[in-house]
């Protein structure tokens, strides 16, 4: 089992105020397309922790949110959103989600918070899936690690399989999954997504296909940047 190389958020701990400004833009951005009514599936992590308040500040009528993670639910509810039960709400008419890396044919990876299986069920849900991230997180090719969220039964025998791969410290994710780190090359992210959903015990990897993606909104110094995803809303 190889170490687990650092994800981005381990490497760089302390955001430059210059990238927490993008996300904060970016978010602001995004929370724009939130109308009256809309059931919203709400990312995880520190990009999404800019697009709560500037959700909750449009006040619009009859929002209902659905959470990726038990922090998001709990600073939704604390800055007064609805939250409910994926489960209780149905289709979603958007979701809302940070990112770790985006690659020019819009191939993601999340998961640096460990919430990627929730993510990518929330993201599947939404009429269109929406993405933000400050300029850093656009990359001309995807870099290992992958996270992948995995059965605790048979762990070794799954992390053989995806080997080289490491557990984390911060090991579960909120359904009690083990998280882990696939280091491997990724010179092709669809086959690469192919084999890991294919290997028996992973229950998902953090890599998202373009299909997944409606929109995403890059912030850079020169303000928000849109690019076009390959799902298309009915
Ligand atoms: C959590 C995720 C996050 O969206 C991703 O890690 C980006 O995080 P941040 O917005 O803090 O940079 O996938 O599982």
Known sequence: ??????????????????EAEQKRAAAR???EMIEDGMRVGLGTGSTVAHLLPAIAERDCRGLLCVATSPATEQAALA?????AALDDVGELDIAIDGADQIDPDGWLIKGGGGAHTREKIVAA????????ASASKAV???QPPVPVELLRFGLE????ALEPAARRDAPLSPDGGVIADH????????ALS?????TPGVVEHGLFAPELVSVILIAGPGGVQRRAGAKRAD
């Open 157 to 160: 025998h799954t992390l053989r």
């Open 1 to 18: 089992m190889a170490p687990s190389r650092a994800t981005p958020r381990q490497r760089h701990p302390a955001l430059s105020q210059e």
């Open 183 to 190: 280091d491997g090359p990724i010179s092709d992210p669809r």
């Open 79 to 83: 800055l007064g959103l609805a939250v």
């Open 29 to 31: 951005a995004a929370a």
């Open 125 to 132: 849900s939404a009429r269109r899936f929406v993405v933000i």
């Open 140 to 142: 001309p090719r995807l």
């Open 194 to 198: 192919q084999r890991l959903s294919s």
